[in-house]
């Protein structure tokens, strides 16, 4: 399965009452496979989980390490991003150059890079002093 009707398929499981705004996410790792995730809310509203966190999750436990390729839908009017948290969850495990492809359900896209999303990110080099 490609990764917009992968996408699109787990985004109708997404458990979103509260904000009532469901998200898919899939991600094609190294080994080719697809990990797909949709967004898990909670009453107590914190608590709940973006679909990129979601597919990460899967992709790890499955035992794959690294992403090449991400794509996320929503019932938007524009492309909808990744939130902050999950830029910086998706750079520790893909490059500066691995696209992402934000869709709505209506077919409009926009492909951006890791590293236009999430430009000056912390990465392990700030924690080693030179
Ligand atoms: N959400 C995602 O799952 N991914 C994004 O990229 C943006 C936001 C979710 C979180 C919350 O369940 C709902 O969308 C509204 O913010």
Do not use: W
Request: proline fraction near 6%.
């Amino acid at each position: 399965m490609d990764m917009l009707s992968a996408a699109t398929q787990v985004r109708e499981n997404a458990h979103a009452p509260y904000s009532r705004f469901k998200v898919g996410a899939a991600i094609r790792a190294a080994s080719g496979r697809i990990y797909v995730g949709c967004n898990v809310e909670n009453v107590a509203y914190p608590e709940g989980t973006c679909a990129e966190a979601g597919a990460i999750a899967a992709m790890i436990a499955a035992g794959d390490r690294q992403l090449n390729e991400v794509l996320v839908i929503a019932d938007s009017p524009a492309p909808v991003p990744p939130c902050g948290g999950c830029r910086q969850k998706l750079v520790e495990f893909g490059a500066g150059d691995t696209p992402v492809t934000m869709c709505t359900l209506d077919g409009a896209t926009r492909v951006m890079t890791l590293a236009e999303l999430l430009p000056g990110r912390f990465d392990a080099s700030h924690m080693a002093k030179a």
